[in-house]
């Protein structure tokens, strides 16, 4: 996941009510994607990929590239799960999410012999639960969220470095931003209450409930790409954020600072896919190995959000500011992380998210 995106409308389409009437409007979402039968058709976050590049590949390589973006996992599910993928012939979900796409059979193999870089990706970021053998997905960046503050407001620095200045009343100031995705903000909680993440049952989820509504009373903005600017009106003295984003803000404007909580640290990985629908394969994998290309890397690390997934991406790996989190991704160390799960049930994440946006 600086500026990738607007903040992901408070009001977004709440994902599992959205699957309900899928079957009444996927005709008519059908209509609105009209596949160009000329292009790579991409559907990827904005922020990330620097325009000017994909107009590169295509002086390079002859095929047109045509993008459009999504503003949320949610958004991203819903037109995939009513088009069964058709028009698009690369996408880039978050890595619960791929689980999900692998399971409704919507993504093709990847014949990892057609791509050049493979062996330069990072081991830390291969392998893991979501595919297990990287069968269907390749990690394209990462990111890991932490608290953005104001300095000024925390002379001696945060109180505690925990998810607790985000969960606890006592120690939630008067105003905060919010992530946006319901599924991640509460598998936070879940964490916070009870340092595992696990299967809840029904009196768990009305006590989830009650922590998010209590913490929507401090909630400023619900947004998952503009923490920063929240930070720099003024508008909240401390925010959920992702290093992707903090470190060129704090960069820019060293009175705002970024700390990681220490008793949890929660990796996002993002991840090229090809839709099972798609028929220019060759072209995909084309367009794969130009964008992990160390130089487009590079390229797109300094003029957007793109964490580097490759363990060779020593612009990265050598940023001071970068120093604390990318450690948690280092092959060279042993930190452990956590990843977001679907540990929730369908159900359990649309009845906690209705409490909180009802309230």
Not at 120 to 134: E, F, I, S, T, V
């Amino acid at each position: 996941m600086e500026e990738r995106t607007v903040l992901r409308t408070g009001g977004i389409v709440l994902f599992w009510i959205s699957c309900s009437f899928i079957i009444l409007f996927s005709p008519y979402l059908l209509k609105l994607k009209k596949e160009d039968t000329s292009a790579l058709n991409i559907f990827m976050w904005s922020g990330v990929v620097d325009p000017q590049v994909f107009t590169q590949f295509t002086k390079e390589t002859g095929i047109a590239v045509s993008v459009s973006h999504y503003e949320g996992n949610e958004e991203l599910l819903v037109k995939l799960l009513a088009t069964k993928g058709k028009g698009y012939d690369m996408i880039v979900p978050s890595d619960y999410v791929v689980e999900y796409l692998i399971k409704n059979d919507l993504l093709k193999k990847i014949d990892k012999s057609k791509l050049n870089f493979y062996d330069k990706l990072n081991p830390k970021l291969m392998g893991l639960y979501y595919d297990p053998k990287n069968d269907y997905s390749i990690p394209s960046e990462w990111y890991v969220l932490g608290l953005g503050y104001i300095k000024k407001d925390y002379p001696n620095g945060l109180p505690e470095k925990s998810w607790g200045m985000l969960f606890d009343p006592y120690l939630m100031p008067k105003k905060i931003g919010l992530i946006n995705d319901s599924r991640e903000l509460i598998t936070l909680a879940t964490w916070h209450k009870y340092r595992q993440l696990r299967e809840i049952n029904s009196e768990e989820v009305e006590f989830l409930k009650g922590i998010l509504c209590e913490q929507k009373k401090h909630a400023e903005a619900y947004t998952d790409f503009r923490g920063d600017f929240l930070l720099r009106s003024g508008n909240c003295s401390l925010v959920i954020a992702s290093n992707a984003i903090m470190w060129k803000v704090i960069l820019d404007d060293p009175t705002l600072g970024f700390d990681m909580p220490n008793e949890g640290i929660f990796l996002n990985i993002e991840n090229y896919v090809i839709p099972k629908a798609s028929e220019k394969v060759d072209q995909v994998y084309q367009l794969m190995n130009f964008l992990f290309r160390l130089d487009i890397q590079e390229h797109n690390y300094k003029t957007g959000l793109l964490l580097s997934t490759r363990k060779d991406a020593r612009f990265m790996f050598d940023e001071p500011i970068l120093k604390s989190s990318t450690q948690y991704i280092d092959p060279e160390n042993n930190f452990k992380v956590m990843l977001f799960k679907n540990f929730l049930t369908d159900n359990q994440v649309n009845e906690i998210w209705l409490a909180v946006k009802g309230e």
